[in-house]
């Protein structure tokens, strides 16, 4: 691009981030530490028992979360990374699947299988400690999280040098000297970033505490929603949300500089696994990851039973009918087909949003390391600016001037945007890297018009990254809870809103059905994914 | 283990790629300090032949021995066999000093050793100055000299080089033949070299050994192979013309090839191109059966406008025998 094009196509994409998301925020907490009397005001604020408490929490969930996610997480990384076995492709690309799962779908897998009345803590009733408070929400992150390592770890394994690994050995060097001087960092590498990663989201997380435990659970992210809107105390609220971003910047600029060490070095042979064989060591890993498979199957697969054949009276596919019944409407305020089509607007609206914005920037940073580096500090902020903060600021700042109530899906669709963008941008980085100028300037030296040569040369080679790009934001915004639940009003409420609300009313079959309804969206953006040969990075 | 017995006995090996057979039952055998080039088209071989030796793939049958001793079934690391690739896998976050004493740190050589070791392996390979560097810091042909440093400072009992000249650039690839061929002499190392590039394997080897399809022919010193090729494959391999004969096919070095007019007697043939070989004129033509023809010619002499049509006529040729 030139740079008076590049500035046009650009500039739009940047503002749009800067005033929906960084200007919002920065207001937000200009307004509350001026509301709440300045720095002493501030500290008094977050210093405040239940504030410290919610801090605290945050840190406890994040750091067990971390720790377990990471010693379950590692081997069956490094078993996926290294050895070659039956289904690994797909199982790996499985592993996505509970990282696209609505949070609330998870809450009620947990529920299903050690709540009350659950399939496993009513057979085993020493399990239902799992059903509730931190052991449930612990479990809840594990099942979101235990993934992510999983991936980083494997993608860590497949960075490291294959030649290096042989000539280590050639050289005299023992499996374990390979471990050390090779392979066993990038894949601590990738673990670290899982757990980084698994710490965020666990110290941000909002639905597992709110729904697992209660108030005394409350993570900072659960305790600033409820102190806007419970308790009616934005300025506080502002302020605990200024705390979090403080004291989560430091596991989130680190967690920016180790993704980047975990690219695969230029030029080197492509990777292979190997066998099992009779490794005893990979046989021992094999087994722990098909108990960390069956853990995760076993979660989506409660969903889907008590859709079929709910807790107490109804019979099978009860639940479904009690979802599409007046009673629900009338409950929820919108009907079911109400809800789907709410959360399918949104999720297209924001993917449409999120893979254009992807593409003009991931497109104007090729081959530009220095560009890339700023745009991209930019870029991931919305994994500093949690959920709860940007749906918080936007709120405060936009919805007053979009007339109120009527229009608050746009802020809906807009959060939701922002937040899948990271994760499409990340799709869309690896092939848009893999451009070389050659086949474009071949097309212009044949007479085609820039923009031409675009269309028939670039585009055709990012078309997967595209559709993966897509995929991927489409089923984050399937899910998306946090931020939906803090701004949408009952007449644009989306599945997982009422997923959230149908227990307040005693629809815990209808909930069912719900989650169900959208666990199988889920599954089947997962089988777009897999089955149309994309990979997807996290 | 006598003195007469080979220092490496390779018998019967055989390999396979998810069940296609990528060796057939190769053997040869190797004296000490002897310098073995194997020669073959991608694909033929070679680098599963590598491998194989190394430890870092499994044969489906065969036996190695080494100095005396049975290593078919011994691990890697344990089998004293230093392995070269195309890329130099140099470990990047180490300097140039870093990486030759990786070795024999390993081994727990006493410090002052490890010194004297590597000191003299840099002035082997001419790598003074670039101690501290790392390879980032290095050319390709720099970071190739780096490795087979390190290779040589694990005392190796074998050395095996696959293909580590093929991303040289032409001029400094001459220069690091020499090198290498003085540096792993001067060391006494048994080696063997794998790679396409026929004039490379000839100049290097005490013996050359031709592979295609898996199976080693014909293996003996440089010049006795070109003059004596054996087989059709091996012929066109080295560069030769193969043409039918009464007696069977013949060989027929493109400079012992001429051409005359169609009427004349000789083997009928198309001129394609005709051009510049450094100071000779170089010919292709096309014969009736399809297959090409190469002709080089002394640059004075006149030659045929492509689309003519020419008899081909040799005065010299070679005999060949064995599998087509």
Known sequence: MRPGRDALAVGPAIAFIVLFSLVPVALLFATSLADSGGLPGFYAAVGSPLNARSIGNSLVQGGLSASIAVAVGYPVGVFFGRYDWPGRSVLRSFLLVPFLLPSLVVVFGILDLFGPSGLVSSTVPALSFLGGGLPGIIAANLVFNVPVVVLFTATGSESASPELEETVATLGGSPRRAYRDVWG?????????????????????????LLLCGPRCYTAEAQVWSLDQNLLQPAVAGDLALAMVLLFLGPTILYLLLVRRLRATPGQRSYRARPIGHRPVALALGVLS???????????????????????????????????????????????????????????????????LGIVLGYA?????????????????????????????????WRPLLGGEPNVWILVIVSQAILAMPFALQSLQIPLSGLSRGPREAAQTLGASPWQAFLETDLPRVRNGVATAGLFAFALGLGEFTATYFLVTPRYATLTVALARLPDVRGYAVADAAAGLLLLLSLAVFAALAFGGRRVEL | MSSSDPWLEVRGLSAAWERTPVLRSVSFSLAAGEFLVLLGP???????????????????????????????????????IGLMFQDPALFVNRSVYENIAYAPLLQRRPRAEVAEEVGSLIDLLRLSGFEDRRPDQLSGGERQR?????????????????????SIDVEVKAELHAEFRRALRARGAAVIHVTHDREEGMFLGDRVGLLFDGSLETVGPPRSVYANPGTERAARFLGYNVFPSPSGPVAVH???LRWGPFEGPGTVATVLSVGASGRENRIVARREDGSQAELLRPGGEAVPAPGVRVRLLWDASVALTGPA
């Open chain 1, 185 to 209: 960092p990038p894949t601590l590498v990738g673990a670290s970033v899982g757990g980084l990663l698994t710490f965020l989201f666990s110290a941000l997380s909002f639905a597992p505490p």
């Open chain 1, 365 to 397: 940073v090729v081959g530009r390391p220095g560009r890339a580096y700023g745009l991209g500090l930019v870029l991931f902020l919305p994994l500093l600016i949690s959920p709860v903060l940007l749906a918080f600021s936007l709120a405060s700042s």
């Open chain 2, 146 to 166: 780096v490795a087979l440093a390190r290779s040589l400072a694990a005392r190796p009992r074998l050395v095996l080089l696959d293909e580590p000249f093929a």
């Open chain 2, 254 to 256: 493109p400079t012992e």
């Open chain 2, 42 to 80: 991608n694909g033929s071989g070679k680098t599963t032949l590598l491998r194989c030796l190394a430890g870092l793939e499994r044969p489906t049958a065969g036996s190695i021995r080494l100095g005396g001793e049975e290593i078919t079934d011994r691990p890697t690391f344990r089998r004293g």
């Open chain 1, 290 to 356: 098909a108990l960390v498979l069956v853990a995760e199957f076993g979660v989506m697969a409660a969903v889907l039973v008590r859709t079929a054949v709910p807790v107490g009276s109804g019979g099978f596919g009860s639940a479904w009918a009690a979802l599409f019944s007046a009673r629900t409407t009338a409950q929820i305020g919108v009907s079911a087909g109400g809800m789907a089509a709410n959360t399918l607007l949104f999720a297209v609206g924001a993917t449409a949003i999120a893979v254009l």
